[in-house]
């Protein structure tokens, strides 16, 4: 394991993740001026783009923090390196935590574990850079054509989208989780003490109107659920 995590954190790796990233800097940039252009062409002036530029940076800290906590989990089972790479570009912990953890499984070993070997990262790699390329691929070839999918399934119903993408989810992640579960009293308390968590933070936040609480309750989810765990394994 501690020799994997070196590779893991190597130089090599070290320099594929700041090209990537620097990448996508480099896209935020380019967005940003055209938008600019943009809103000098409909007469936008300069303070109004000051403003937005200012509300769209302080509405990003609060998902940005949300998502350091659970960056700190990961970088400790995948390296720095790949998990600054997977993050910066799809930007979703949940989807490469659990792409991470399908990689791993699929190889037969548990992620993190004594003998997560050179293999079983190779195997995680892959599988979350193949699972993001779906989406950047699609993103490429469909988004045009996405409007005219969205205005027919409307017509037969509004919902029907929504549901789907909904399933598919709870699918996928129920299947990762029941199969943790089972291994033991301790997982399944953890499992369950986490859910319990995302399900009250959820509707406190609804009933309180503070959007940031959902930003933040993966993040607060995942600590409650990990300190659970500890403590039923001291008992």
Not at 117 to 146: D, P, R
Request: contains cysteine.
């Amino acid at each position: 394991m501690q020799e994997t995590m070196e590779l893991a954190n190597s130089t090599v790796l070290w320099l594929i993740a700041f090209i990537v990233v620097a990448l996508v800097i480099f896209q935020a940039i380019m967005f940003l001026l055209i938008s600019v252009q943009a809103g000098k062409a409909v007469g936008l002036q300069s303070k109004d783009m000051r403003s937005a530029a200012k509300t769209g940076l302080i509405s990003g800290v609060g998902p940005s923090l949300g998502i350091a906590i659970v960056v700190i989990a990961i970088i400790t089972l995948i390296g720095s390196p790949l998990t600054l790479m997977r993050i910066g570009i799809i930007g979703s912990e949940a989807t490469e935590t659990a792409a991470a953890g399908i990689g791993a499984s699929t190889y037969g070993v548990q992620l993190g574990g004594e003998n997560f070997s050179y293999e079983a990262l190779t195997s995680v790699v892959w599988t979350m850079c193949l699972g993001g390329t779906g989406w950047l691929l699609f993103t490429l070839l469909f988004t045009k054509s996405l409007g005219k999918i969205q205005e027919k399934v409307s017509k037969t119903s509004t919902k029907m989208m929504s549901l789907v993408s909904l399933g598919a989810l709870l699918g996928v992640f129920g299947f990762l989780t029941t199969e943790e579960m089972v291994q033991s009293m301790n997982h399944a308390l953890t499992a369950l003490s986490a859910a319990g968590a995302m399900v009250i933070i959820m509707i406190v936040a609804d009933r309180v109107g503070k959007l940031w609480l959902k930003e933040w309750a993966l993040g607060f989810s995942l600590i409650i659920g990990m300190t659970v765990g500890y403590v039923t394994t001291l008992l």
